[in-house]
């Protein structure tokens, strides 16, 4: 299985932004995105082309590409602090 790593913003509680690089596997960003992205593609492409010509690959194409995301081989989140 592959695992995708992004950059994910969050705030504190005073506002600050709190950095981190999420990762996820194959399986939680098809059942994150799948439902969505499938929804869109056919309202775009109509059921009958979509399901003749895309695939879970294709989904997380898509999510990695709207997320920046990138492959890796960790399964860690890392936290980054500002100073």
Known sequence: MKYYSYNKYSYDVHGNIDPCVAILSEEEII??????????????FGKEHFEANYSEKDCIDDWVVVNWAWETNERQTTSQTSS
């Open 31 to 44: 059942k994150e995105y799948w439902d969505y992205w499938q929804e869109r593609m056919i309202a775009k």
